[in-house]
C-alpha cells in the first residue's frame, strides 16, 4: 500500500482547532480522480488540497467529499502553507496552475500569505420573477442582500 503525507491546516488563525480547516497532500504525481475523492472522504473536511509539483510551481486541485471543485481559498493558502513551511521552499512566491481558474499566486511577506484571487467581469442580471416578488414585499429590506448575492453568485457561475 502507498503512503501519503498530508496535513492538516488552520487557515486564518495561529491556534489549533481555530480558522477554517483543510487537509493538503503533496503528490508526486496525480492519482486517478476516484482516488482522490475517496482521499478527500477520508479527510473528512470541507476542503482537501492535492498539489503536484512542476516547471512553474505547482499544479493545484481542491475536493469536497462529494467532488472536485473549481476554487478554495482558504484550501489553496493552506497548501501555500505546507509549501512554505513543511517543504522549506525558498521563494517568496507559489504558483499555481489551476484547472478551472487558471493561475493563482501566493505570495509570501514574513508570517502573511497573500493569494491573488481571479477577477470576473460581472455583468447586470434580471432576478427570477419570484425572488422579484419577494423583494417586491414588506420584506424588502431583509432580502436586498439575497438578490446581491444571487447576482453574484450566477455571474461567477459558482
Known sequence: MQEIDFYMIDAFSSTAFGGNAAAVCPLAEWLPDQT?????????QSETAFFVANDKGFELRWFTTKAEINLCGHAT?????????HLAYPDTAIHFDTRFVGPLTVTRNGDWLTLDFPAWETESVTPPPLLRKRWASR?????????????SWRINGR
Request: hydrophobic share 55%; net charge positive.
Open 36 to 44: 482522490l475523492l475517496k482521499m478527500a472522504k477520508q479527510h473528512n
Open 139 to 151: 420584506n424588502a429590506k431583509k432580502c436586498a442582500w439575497h438578490v446581491i448575492t444571487w447576482s
Open 77 to 85: 493558502l493552506a497548501a501555500a502553507h505546507v509549501i512554505f513551511e
